[in-house]
């Protein structure tokens, strides 16, 4: 799902394109498909990305993948009440709504403007998570407020890591959860059952 006011491919696209270029003569190694080869036409993402898309999956393989195992199958990337309908019905455990951190589509819609809709369309009916762009406490306050029963980070407890190691990344966590509990104190909310919709000024 994507805005409709900006292009969806414009120069910006043409820059990052050039960014993720590595240096001549370096290559990922653990991960030889995103080398750059001179034949390509796609930059080395893109070719991976577009290997990797598979056009022929349909929502009965989430059923398929439900019968074949005992463990909670999670329907992640979820951003439209009518897919997450079809998720439920075909027997996800959850319903996560995100965009991936709005890494790979421009102009995609923020999951805080997605999730009210995906939570009042699930209706209580299995756990909906909910990550992309959370940062500080009150980002996750705004997620339970909006309809999240839990909230994810991604690359934030990663920065703290790249910082510095094991510490930093409890110290990213650490920081989000004091964060929240102040922001609750802030708006007078005893604890997580006293979020709601009632807490946020549109
Ligand atoms: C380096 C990197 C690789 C990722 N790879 C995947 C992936 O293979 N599949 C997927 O569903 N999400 C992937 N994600 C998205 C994360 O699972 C998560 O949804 C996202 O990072 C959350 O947004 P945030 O980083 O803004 O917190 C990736 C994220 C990063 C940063």
Not at 95 to 108: E, I, K, M, P, Q
Not at 112 to 130: D, I, M, N, T
Not at 133 to 151: E, I
Request: with cysteine.
């Amino acid at each position: 799902m994507v805005t409709v006011d900006t292009p969806v491919l414009g120069a910006r696209d043409t820059d990052r394109r050039r960014s993720v270029r590595l240096p001549a003569g370096m290559h990922f190694a653990n991960l030889p498909a995103l080398t750059p080869r001179a034949e390509d036409d796609l930059p080395a993402h893109r070719r991976v990305y577009v290997e990797r898309l598979d056009p022929t999956l349909t929502w009965q393989d989430i059923t398929w993948l439900v019968e074949l195992t005992d463990l909670p199958v999670v329907v992640k990337g979820v951003l439209r009440p009518d897919d997450a309908a079809r998720a439920v019905e075909h027997g996800a455990a959850a319903v996560w709504v995100s965009n991936h951190g709005a890494r790979n589509l421009d102009t995609v819609v923020p999951t805080a403007v997605a999730l009210p809709a995906v939570a009042a369309e699930v209706g209580g009916r299995v756990p909906v998570l909910v990550d992309s762009g959370v940062r500080r406490g009150v980002d996750v306050l705004k997620a339970l407020c909006l309809g999240a029963d839990a909230v994810f980070v991604g690359r934030p407890y990663l920065w703290g890591l790249a910082a510095a190691g094991r510490e930093g990344a409890l110290a990213a966590l650490h920081m989000l959860d004091t964060e929240l509990r102040m922001a609750m104190g802030l708006c007078g909310a005893r604890d997580l059952s006293a979020l709601g919709p009632d807490l946020i000024w549109r």
